[in-house]
Antibody, heavy 119, light 110 residues
């Protein structure tokens, strides 16, 4: 059974940093692109980033470029999202997902981890 | 990248059919057959319902179908059931090698 389990969310001050993790199991992690999607409270889904199966290629939404870094450790079956220079508008539930193709679709999702940026 | 345009809400009675539209541009919806649809119940993670415009993942009911014409994709749900009440989001691959979502549509089953 495919499982994705996010962790690392919490309360952080504006300008601070946070690293999210997504532990994967139930499939061959190194064969799939993986990504992050976020959802602000009461709002819609927003694509954040995707990383290729090998980790060599990364793609970001314009509003996250330069502040967020996606990475993966295929030996640990874990996906990461390093978030720097956090702003109030980054407050959201962050979901990790497995991508069937290069960028999408996300056929499996984690349960999400809440990031709150506030002083 | 601007969000794809979806109606804020649609409604239908049990047994009826409804269609949700998703309008983009030639740089996303119109340029690629990589449109997906997701269902999200309150407090839950999204669930993939349709991918590559019209393909259903294993386990998804054949009451759900997708299509595309020009820059507009559509999700049709036939034989509406109470459990279909949820938010629905479309997404599309873009020419910038990114993904863009629609604003979401709240489906109410009357």
């Amino acid at each position: 059974e495919v499982q994705l389990l996010e962790s690392g969310g919490g309360l952080v001050q504006p300008g601070g940093s946070l690293r999210l993790s997504c532990a994967a199991s139930g499939f061959t992690f190194s064969r799939f692109a993986m990504g992050w999607v976020r959802q602000a409270p009461g709002k819609g889904l927003e694509w954040v980033s995707v990383i290729s199966d090998s980790g060599r290629n990364t793609y970001y939404a314009d509003s996250m470029k330069g502040r967020f870094t996606i990475s993966r450790d295929n030996s640990k079956n874990t996906l990461y999202l390093q978030m720097n220079s956090l702003r109030a508008e980054d407050t959201a539930v962050y979901y990790c997902g497995r991508a069937q193709g290069r960028v999408d679709p996300f056929d499996y999702w984690g349960q999400g981890t809440l990031v709150t940026v506030s002083s | 990248q601007s969000a794809l345009t979806q109606p804020a809400s649609v409604s239908g009675s049990p047994g009826q059919s409804i269609t949700i539209s998703c309008t983009g541009t030639s740089s996303d919806v119109g340029g690629y057959n990589y449109v997906s649809w997701y269902q999200q119940h309150p407090g839950k993670a999204p669930k993939l319902m349709i991918y590559d415009v019209s393909n259903r993942p294993s386990g998804v009911s054949n009451r759900f179908s997708g299509s595309k014409s020009g820059n507009t994709a559509s999700l049709t749900i036939s034989g509406l059931q109470a459990d279909d009440e949820a938010d629905y989001y479309c997404s599309s691959y873009t020419s910038s090698t990114t993904l863009v979502f629609g604003g979401g549509t709240k489906l109410t089953v009357l």
